[in-house]
């Protein structure tokens, strides 16, 4: 799993969705979710561990996980590091995230509501 790819991912999130008949605004949404949460698995954490796409009744669970037990940065934190813009965009668009750390790594859960759409 850690050599999953954002295109990869966004396909098998879009074969779930596509199995449960999600409207396509939504989608849009989720796959947006699916690329920045796998993105920066890639990038800050050495790659996905697992992912897991699951559609619940009021919303979409998108679940990733990598080896860094590490919680993904905000914009300025620190100051002067660049980036943190993709955890910002997911909690903009997800409901609710969770993180679960561990000695192996995190998970991050992102719950993006049926009724949501990108703003």
Known sequence: MGGLKCEDARRIAR???SAHSVGERLV???LLVVSELVSNAVR???GVTAFRVR???DSVAVEVSD???AAPRTPG????APGGFGWLLVN????????RSG????TITAFVAAGATAT
Do not use: F, M, N, Y
């Open 28 to 30: 849009d949404d989720v």
């Open 44 to 46: 800050h954490a050495g």
């Open 55 to 57: 559609c619940l009744p």
């Open 92 to 99: 903009k668009i997800a409901q609710r995230t969770e993180i």
């Open 67 to 69: 080896g860094s037990p």
């Open 77 to 80: 934190t620190p100051a002067a």
């Open 15 to 17: 074969e779930v969705l």
């Open 103 to 106: 000695r192996d790594g995190k």
